[in-house]
């Protein structure tokens, strides 16, 4: 294996154990809230696939799991928070106690939207359960029930975060040297 990947990473934030540790902690909380019921994951492409395969496998309710893809862009003057589902949820969420998956919550633009479109679609309960908080950059007040971890001001990648869309799967979560423009 060429070591090439690493060149980027500047420290490492979270190893695979800690992520697995922290992983398990919060799955049981999650389970413990929604006892008695089913929860449907839904997972936002790509970012948190492999945080959501995580935390479900320690999952003790029944789970269902559907993914939904967005693509997020600026406009004509640059500012964020234009979000639009690319690819939608293959079924229904009505009636559904629905846990929104999401890798890292930013400006939490992308949130809003999400929470914003599922919400109008009559689920029984929404809560969101992100991997990553950077709550220093919130432009956007959004409601964010679980975490994994809260981390810094700094560009990272790896357990499903990724820079131009490689190192989504290393195990550790990485600052990275480049930093977002
Ligand atoms: P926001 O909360 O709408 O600003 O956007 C969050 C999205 O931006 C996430 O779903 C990620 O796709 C992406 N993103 C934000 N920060 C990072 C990072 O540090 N590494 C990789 N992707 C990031
Ligand atoms: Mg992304």
């Known amino acids: 294996m060429s070591g090439e990947p690493l060149a980027g990473?500047?420290?490492?934030?979270?190893?695979?154990?800690?992520?697995?540790?922290?992983?398990?902690a919060l799955a049981a909380e999650i389970s413990s809230d929604y006892r008695g019921k089913t929860i449907k994951l839904v997972g936002v492409l790509k970012g948190s696939v492999f945080f959501l395969t995580a935390l479900a496998r320690y999952?003790?309710?029944?789970?269902?799991?559907?993914f939904l893809g967005i693509s997020s862009f600026s406009n004509k003057s640059?500012?964020?928070g234009l979000v639009r589902i690319a690819k939608d949820?293959?079924?229904?969420?009505?009636?559904?106690?629905?846990?929104?998956?999401e890798d890292i919550v930013d400006t939490g633009f992308t949130l809003r939207y999400l929470l914003q479109t599922l919400a109008g679609r009559a689920p029984n309960s929404l809560a969101v359960c992100t991997f990553l908080d950077r709550n220093s950059r919130r432009i956007v007040q959004v409601p964010v029930d679980y975490r994994c971890f809260e981390i810094p001001d700094r560009f990272v990648?790896?357990?499903?975060?990724?820079?131009?869309?490689?190192?989504?799967?290393?195990?550790?979560?990485?600052?990275?040297?480049?930093?977002k423009s």
Do not use: C, M
């Open 9 to 24: 990473v500047e420290r490492v934030l979270f190893t695979a154990e800690e992520i697995d540790a922290r992983i398990r």
């Open 59 to 66: 999952l003790e309710p029944p789970v269902k799991i559907d």
């Open 78 to 80: 640059g500012a964020p």
């Open 89 to 101: 949820l293959d079924e229904s969420i009505e009636g559904e106690d629905v846990l929104l998956v």
């Open 157 to 179: 990648v790896g357990f499903g975060l990724d820079y131009n869309q490689l190192h989504r799967n290393l195990g550790f979560v990485a600052v990275w040297k480049h930093e």
